[in-house]
């Protein structure tokens, strides 16, 4: 990202454009990726609730898929999913897979 | 707009300066004070509260339990959008020092009353100046009064100048304690409504309480942006090189007391010439006077803007002196001579100004110093004006080495 | 009525993806539970540290909401002063009353130690804001310095657990008592595994028209030593073992919120995290046994309050 002026940016290091660290892309951190097996999830938003990062994905109170361009890969949702819907597979081999690397 | 002013007569009154402060405060009537008291400063404090118990201002006044905190409140009360105010002095002051940076940096219009005391230890609750040009490089406007009537305008004025679209910086206000925070005066208040139409209403750019379009305040800064964020702060606290007469010629044309940056006295044909800063310019006239009825041409400079620093302002006031003594009243160790003196040589000396200077401190901590010994600096002046020995070039003001028996 | 995820999923997080938080950070799952527990408009602050570090890197931010950062240790005060501001603001008829809520998230350094006077000053004046305690036990944004929240027997960086020393040789400092002794109205000990526990927590206090202080325990895998996948086990083991009571004061009344039966044995939460790995050692029994006392003390001291 280009670096603005000293004439360019807000003083006193306002701020106000909320929310627009979604800019950054954490996503790329991620060593490992969770993975939604649909037939197993009851959509209990347990992993929505324990997410650090705000990357499950909730539509009309449903989980519909992470967000992987800010997911860091931690875990928590697939340790804590009750019904063992979440799996964590290698990042390396999921992008390998989708032919993306 | 500011031709339509008709100059209002105000109301000529006997008050401690720290009752003339009070005074000041509950003409302007800021969103929130918050303060936290302490000698000399503790009157302002009382007087304000007693403004608040009696339900005559619609400030908030909050109690804090330390200088730090009632600093960090205006902090949080000016990035919501309130004029907020508040007052100190000597060991108060630095326990705000941290949050003095924050307040600038922040870019908060905050005022705030400093009733000049000197630092421990040895512990003393007198007079100097050590405190506040101590602040020197916090990045707030700097002003000071020779008297209670300055220390009344100063603060109104304040409001104008920390609030200026182009400055938008915190702004304190020095006063000699005891001398002045502590001695009666004779002062004209203004009426309230003239007050508070000089002020007018606050308007911020930008409120933390706006929540429909959100703000972020002191966001933290890595090596790309703090820089540039200085640089800003910078060019706004120059900036108040230009305002500050601005608002000071308006402020004269209300009152008939027109204020700039420095004013000289005495200076047009002076040969010599001592800068001084506060309460003890007024012993210094009294200097002048009396030599001048010699037909000794001595004059004088009194800053009262120390930051921004008026280089151009000073430096062409004092052109054509054949020699000057810079006065500081702060116990600024190990330096070549005290600070205000350090900067005035640089002013000069970028300007291809060419004259004797020489630093005196004084006063320190209330030690009293009368007309007599101002005329002594300027017998001394006058001596290295005809090419006497300088040397020493920092000084301490009739401090004897022993006592008299 | 019971808080339930199907209902406060769906509304926008006012925490923004693309903080720069470590990898399982408790923080920011409590930031967005209390976040997500209060309806309309809030205003933040947070003091210096972890989150105050990785959500707001100039020229972005992670709040939707508005946000401060003064000091490390004055939070508490500028919030007040926004409240009052605020309070003023609305008196005089300048601003139009929104009924603005307003919290502190601050980090157990800037609470328990460096913060503490300007938290009591704001709790004795009644400030109206919640203050929001992000306890992960130590200075963890500048890599894991002890704290007064540090538990007995923990590893910082500056307590090393050295031939002489063997780690913390202090319990943490008991934070809701000290609060409480203010009779503040409300005041409680919260964790994240416990979601419904901490968002009910805190939309009693937000509904109070005074001070509140809700200390939630923040499991830190850098500084604890665990794995990222296991934040929120160790913050249930924290409870189950006694090492984090949940409880709360409510205008004076005691209360514990989870009272398991039986309460697992300390050594559970200690041998989860790397932190305490040195108590396994043969010679440092008797300090998992005074930390087992400890709890033991406070548990029953704890019962016989909540009566």
């Known amino acids: 990202m280009k670096i603005k002026g000293w004439k360019e940016i807000m003083p006193g290091g306002l701020v106000t454009e909320p929310g627009s660290s979604v800019t950054y892309e954490t996503g790329t951190w991620r060593s490992s990726r969770p993975t939604i097996d649909k037939e197993r999830c009851t959509h209990c938003l347990l992993c929505w609730v324990f997410c650090p990062d705000g990357s499950i994905v909730v539509r009309d109170s449903k989980v519909v898929g992470i967000d992987l361009k800010h997911c860091k890969g931690c875990g928590i949702c697939a340790n804590e999913c009750p019904r063992h819907a979440i799996t964590m597979v290698d990042e390396i081999k999921a992008r390998v897979e989708e032919g993306l690397s | ?405 | 009525m019971a808080i339930k995820l199907t209902d406060i999923c769906n509304k926008e997080e006012k925490l923004a993806s693309g903080h720069r938080g470590c990898i399982g950070c408790a923080e920011t799952i409590i930031v967005r539970q209390v976040m997500a527990a209060i309806d309309g408009p809030v205003v933040v602050a947070s003091p210096t540290g972890c989150l105050e570090i990785i959500t707001t890197p100039f020229p972005t931010t992670a709040w939707r909401v508005p946000w401060i950062h003064n000091a490390f240790e004055n939070s508490s005060s500028t919030l007040a002063g926004a409240e009052t501001a605020y309070r003023s603001l609305v008196k005089q008829g300048k601003i139009e009353d929104k009924g603005l809520k307003f919290v502190v998230f601050g980090g157990d350094g800037a609470t328990y130690d460096i913060g503490l006077q300007f938290i009591s000053g704001v709790i004795e004046r009644g400030h109206r804001l919640l203050y929001v305690c992000l306890n992960n036990e130590a200075y963890m944004n500048t890599g894991i310095q002890r704290s007064s929240a540090t538990p007995l027997g923990a590893w910082t960086t500056t307590t090393p657990v050295g031939k002489a020393v063997p780690g913390k040789i202090q319990p943490r400092k008991n934070l809701i008592a000290i609060v409480a002794a203010h009779n503040i109205p409300y005041a409680a000990q919260a964790a994240p595994h416990a979601w419904r526990d901490l968002m009910t927590k805190v939309q009693k206090a937000i509904a109070i028209d005074g001070p509140s202080v809700i200390d939630v325990l923040s499991p830190c895998a850098r500084g604890w030593r665990h794995s990222t996948n296991e934040t929120i086990a160790i913050s249930r083991l924290s409870a189950e073992t006694g090492a984090w009571p949940l409880y709360e004061v409510d205008h004076g009344k005691w209360k514990l919120n989870y009272n398991p039966v039986p309460r697992k044995p300390v050594i559970e939460w200690l041998k989860a995290q790397g932190r305490f790995s040195h108590l396994l050692q043969p010679g440092n029994e008797h300090i998992v046994e005074e930390f087992q006392q400890q709890i033991d003390k406070q548990w029953a001291e704890l019962e016989s309050m909540s009566q």
């Open chain 2, 1 to 405: 707009m500011s031709n339509v002013i008709q100059q209002v007569k105000g109301k000529v009154v006997a008050l401690e300066g720290d009752y003339a402060i009070a005074e000041a405060l509950r003409q302007i009537n800021p969103d929130v004070m918050a303060a936290y008291p302490i000698t000399p400063q503790t009157e302002i404090v009382q007087k304000f509260s007693e403004f608040y118990a009696e339900g005559v201002v619609d400030t908030e006044f909050v109690p804090v339990e330390s200088e730090h905190a009632a600093l960090s409140t205006c902090v949080g009360a000016s990035a919501a959008g309130a004029r907020a105010m508040t007052a100190t002095c000597g060991a108060g002051l630095a326990l705000m020092w941290e949050i003095l940076w924050c307040a600038s940096g922040l870019r908060l219009p905050i005022v705030m009353a400093v009733v000049n005391r000197s630092l421990s230890a040895p512990l003393n609750i007198l007079t100097d100046q050590t405190d506040e040009m101590a602040t020197r490089d916090a990045g707030w406007v700097q002003l000071y009064a020779e008297s209670h009537q300055e220390a009344y305008d100063n603060i109104i004025q304040a409001v104008r100048i920390a609030e200026h679209p182009d400055v938008m910086l915190p702004t304190m206000c020095g006063m000699a304690g005891f001398v002045l925070g502590h001695a009666l005066g004779q002062l004209e208040l203004l009426p309230d409504e003239a007050v508070r139409k000089f002020v007018h209403i606050y308007h911020p750019h930008y409120s933390l309480l706006d929540t429909d379009c959100p703000v972020t305040f002191g966001a933290f800064d890595h090596w790309d942006y703090f820089f540039p964020h200085k640089r800003q702060q910078w060019e706004g606290l120059n900036n108040a090189l230009r305002v500050i007469p601005e608002i000071g010629e308006e402020f004269g044309r209300l009152t008939g007391r027109y204020y700039g940056l420095v004013e000289p006295y005495m200076l047009d044909d002076a040969e010599v010439a001592i800068v001084i800063i506060g309460s003890a310019a007024g012993a210094t006239r009294v200097a002048i006077d009396e030599m001048r009825a010699e037909g000794i041409k001595v004059g004088m400079l009194k800053v009262r803007c120390y930051r921004p620093f008026p280089a151009d302002a000073i430096a062409e006031a004092l052109q054509g002196r054949k020699a000057v003594a810079v006065l500081d009243r702060t116990s600024c160790m190990g330096g070549e001579g005290s600070p205000l003196f350090t900067e005035i040589c640089s002013a000069l000396y970028n300007r291809n100004i060419a004259m004797k200077i020489i630093s005196y401190t004084y006063g320190l901590g209330g030690y009293d110093t009368i007309p007599e010994e101002f005329c002594q600096v300027y017998r001394n002046l006058l001596q290295i004006a005809q090419g006497g020995k300088i040397e020493p070039i920092h000084r301490f003001l009739s401090l004897p080495e022993r006592g008299e028996s």
